[in-house]
Structures are given as C-alpha cells and as structure tokens.
C-alpha cells in the first residue's frame, strides 16, 4: 500500500465516520474556499468565472439520515488556496461546523498526496495592513495551525507514514512577504512544531 493510501486508511480507523469529510481528487489545479454560510471550507468544482460562482459537496443531516448535495456558492479568487500539478489530493475540512474537528481553534483543512502532508489556515478576508494588525493575524492563525499539527501528532503518534510536514498560512497578496517578523514567527515555529511554515496562497508541485 502506498504511503499516501496508509495514511488515509489509519485515520479511517480512527476516525469511522471520516467518509462523510474526506474528498479524493484528481485535478492540475485545485482550489479551495471557505463558504461563509458554515465557516468550513470546500473544493470548488465547476468553476464559473464569469458568473463568480462554483458548485461544493456538502453534507446535511436531516431526520436522522445523512444527506449529500451539490450547492452552488458565489467565489473570489482573493481568497482561494491552489493546489497546482499535484495530480491526486486526499482533503478534509477541518475547522468550521462542517469540518472534521469544528470549532474555532484549529485550522481550515488539511490535505495530502504521496510526497506532503500539509495543514493550511486561511487569513484572506483581512484588510488591515498595519504592523500590529498583520502581526495579530499572522499569531492566531499559528496558534490554530499548532492547535491541529498537535493533535493530529497525538492520534497518529506522529507517524505520517514518511510524508514530509508542511504548514501554511494564506495571507492576502498586500501582506508583505518574507519580511523579518515573519521570519522570527518562522524559526520559532519550526523550533515548537518541528514543521516548516510558509506564507501562501499556494501549494505548487
């Protein structure tokens, strides 16, 4: 069995129920957005650029039994994270009332392939461009990013079957990047997590 597919089995026994949460795709590019209705965030998938909507898989529940549906929800590409060239992707929400964990306190999704497993948490609605307001935001999405890597680390006794880590925080476009507080937040979370940690919009392979 593949790395990848281990993975993905392990946390099926841990979690029986992770159908309901996990996407399998196969796309060059992939892009991913928080729909505001429930805070989670979801794959988009017949993307209309023109009418700025697409369409997500969502989960309901009503009665007592499990619903799928296609809804269609408005988009931005400001506020998108892309997966380019990754071939196959495993997906799952994290945060919000339709991710795995919910809450407020983790971060948005994580996802991985054969190579990378990676946790991602998108800061793409602010617009504040003050130091302490860039500071503020970059602190909590790390906290929430450390909040998820801790426990997954916890359930899988850290063993991610040989994928490398990676952490991202999405930021928008007029943060400044690589800047020397970033870079502080950068060694000092590498040091607590033993994870790089990046600033993107994207994960390109």
């Not at 269609?72 to 990754?86: A, H, M, R």
């Not at 504040?128 to 307001?133: I, K, L, P, Q, V």
Request: net charge positive; aromatic share 14%; proline share 2%.
């Amino acid at each position: 069995m593949n790395r990848h597919h281990a993975l993905k089995a392990q946390i099926q026994r841990l979690f029986p129920d992770i159908y309901l949460y996990v996407e399998v795709v196969s796309a060059k590019h992939i892009h991913v957005q928080e729909y505001e209705s429930d805070h989670t965030t979801y794959i988009l998938k017949d993307i209309d650029s023109y009418e700025r909507q697409a369409s997500i898989d969502a989960v309901s529940h009503k009665l007592g039994k499990i619903h799928f549906a296609k809804i269609t929800i408005p988009i931005n590409k400001d506020k998108w994270f892309s997966i380019v060239n990754s071939k196959t992707i495993y997906f799952i929400p994290i945060d919000g009332k339709k991710g795995l964990l919910g809450g407020i306190s983790n971060c948005d999704f994580i996802f991985w392939n054969k190579k990378d497993f990676c946790f991602v948490e998108l800061k793409l609605n602010a617009t504040a461009t003050d130091d302490r307001a860039i500071r503020k935001n970059r602190q909590k999405a790390i906290s929430q990013l450390k909040e998820t890597i801790f426990f997954f680390d916890g359930i899988l006794n850290k063993d991610y079957f040989g994928l490398n880590l990676e952490a991202y925080v999405s930021t928008p476009d007029i943060y400044p990047r690589e800047n020397t507080a970033w870079q502080s937040l950068k060694v000092e979370f590498l040091e607590k997590t033993g994870i790089d940690l990046f600033e993107k919009r994207a994960k390109i392979y």
